[in-house]
């Protein structure tokens, strides 16, 4: 059992918790619904309330996630899906100071 040195004093502090952004109220996407819903599943089916990361990983396989193959970036044509990326891009950026000097 933990026991504070003898020469140290605690106080409740007065601040006010930090609110965790991942409990607040939103608009979940479909996606993190069903993530959700499979890890309480999960949680309420083996009975344990603190799922490893490897049980985790386990509950997005079963749900349909899977690794998707790494692209090297040297590849040409992965430069050229960058560059045309890059082009619509620059393309979307004109028509928004286009749309806001209207």
């Avoid at 059992?1 to 409990?23: E, G």
């Avoid at 990983?57 to 960058?82: C, P």
């Amino acid at each position: 059992m933990f026991k504070p040195p003898a020469n140290r004093t605690y106080h409740k502090s007065s601040k006010r918790k930090q609110i965790d952004p991942t409990t607040c109220e939103r608009d979940y996407s479909s996606d993190e619904l069903e993530f959700m819903q499979a890890l309480e599943r999960y949680k309420n089916s083996s009975g344990r309330k603190f799922p490893t990361c490897s049980e985790i990983l386990e509950v997005l396989r079963f749900i349909g996630y899977q690794k998707v193959a790494h692209v090297d970036a040297s590849s040409s044509h992965s430069n050229a899906v960058a560059q045309s990326a890059e082009a619509n891009l620059e393309k979307i950026d004109q028509a928004i100071r286009d749309l806001a000097t209207q």
